[in-house]
């Protein structure tokens, strides 16, 4: 059973461009978590999403920064006009139905901003 | 809400020596406790978890935690760490109500480090 998988693994980005993140959840998770860990900090939680539906985003930045979960596909987080602050490792989380709070981690998204 | 506090930054220790890793946590709800570990450059894994029943909770890798509810603790604990235990370990922690056991509040990590 492949786990959660996320791509790049690494991004570049220069101030200003956009920046787009995917995951794929576990087989069989329908609930996806996005978490962003700055340097020397825990991960801080930034959305909770369904299919096609956004369940929590009280830990999203007001502006620049949208998530979603389509019916297929990956789930994609999507950063605009980055800026230097954005630079951090941003981590995907899957959970089954039954249990959101056993979430399993992909292995993260280190996102440079030059 | 719900906050954690990793008391130590770093822990370096020898190798087969005992270690305890300590979290501390504050919330006005019940709550479900975990610890993960994360290797350099790679994502976490879960290490345990206390949901409810006995408070000693056993692990994967020969790690256990104690969950003190008068004391709003959950050390993390191995009686001999090798080598390969050198990581980042965060103690995270989620309320259990339906509405928010989802929402894992991490603390600042602890940095292992097991010399030989």
């Known amino acids: 059973n492949a786990g959660v998988m996320q791509n790049p693994r690494h991004l570049v980005r220069r101030r200003g461009q956009e920046a787009r993140l995917r995951c794929s959840p576990m087989k069989g998770h329908s609930h996806v978590y996005w978490y962003r860990q700055l340097p020397e900090e825990g991960l801080k939680f930034m959305v909770y999403?369904?299919?096609?539906?956004?369940?929590?985003e009280s830990g999203m930045p007001k502006e620049r920064f949208s998530a979603e979960f389509p019916k297929e596909g990956p789930s994609i987080l999507r950063i605009q006009q980055v800026v230097r602050g954005d630079s951090a490792a941003y981590f995907c989380?899957?959970?089954?139905?039954?249990?959101?709070?056993?979430?399993?981690f992909g292995p993260g998204t280190r996102l440079t901003v030059t | 809400a719900q906050s954690v506090t990793q008391l130590d930054s770093q822990v370096p220790v020898f190798e087969e020596a005992p270690v305890e890793l300590r979290c501390n946590y504050s919330s006005s709800v019940s709550v479900y406790l975990f610890w993960y570990v994360q290797y350099p450059n790679q994502g976490l894994q879960l290490l345990l978890k206390y949901l409810s029943g006995s408070t000693l909770v056993k692990g994967i890798n020969g790690f256990e935690a104690e969950f003190n509810k008068s004391q709003t603790s959950f050390h993390l604990r191995k009686p001999s760490v090798h080598i390969s235990d050198t990581a980042e370990y965060f103690c995270a922690v989620s309320g259990q109500s339906g509405g928010s056991n989802y929402k894992l509040t991490f603390g600042k990590g602890t940095l292992l480090t097991v010399n030989p």
């Open positions: 999403l369904q299919k096609e539906n956004i369940i929590d």
């Open positions: 989380a899957s959970s089954p139905l039954t249990s959101s709070y056993e979430q399993y």
